[in-house]
């Protein structure tokens, strides 16, 4: 039986999550996974990450819990940083924003904590994770828990799931921004070959 609290946990897209949700699973853990992401643009592009995250969930019999896809709040919070680099003050609204709510929904329904898997990736900061979510977690009085995703074996168990499962895997963050700037990324770098 695991020693951890009744966790939700905010996923941004199956291959971020899998091996998170994966060792939860085989730890016993009591949790659900919530996909929270009105940043993903376009909704296309939202439709297949939602869709791939519940197909890894419905394959693991775990809980999958999707909110409302409401990207006019996101746009509103985050444009006056459109020009911020990925890493910048946009992400650190864009990570507040999102597990906010999901602190939030935990604690209308019964979860003791929220975790997320927002800095599993070597593109992100995992400090600015960290701290937005103690300040999401200090508004909304819902305990933040950190869950390993990098170390002790998990970015090779994820990219060997990634593998396995064949997991949609995009080649940008989600916002519109972050997808314009991969976009001129691969142009600069085909240009320089
Ligand atoms: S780059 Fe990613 S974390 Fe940053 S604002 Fe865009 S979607 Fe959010």
Redesign the pocket.
Known sequence: MSEMPKILLLSCCAPCACAVIKKLHDDGVDFAVAFYNP??HPEAEYIKRRDEQKRLCEQWNIQFVEFEYNPDVWFKQ?LPYKDEP??GK??D???ELRLKRVMQYAKENGFEAVASV?GVSRW?NLAQVNAAAARASAQVGVPYVEIEGRKHGMQEARLALIKELQLYNQDY???V??EQQARLRKAQQAENK
Do not use: A, M, P, V
């Open positions: 940043n993903i985050t990925e890493r946009r992400c609204i864009c990570f927002l992100k963050c989600g916002c921004y972050s």
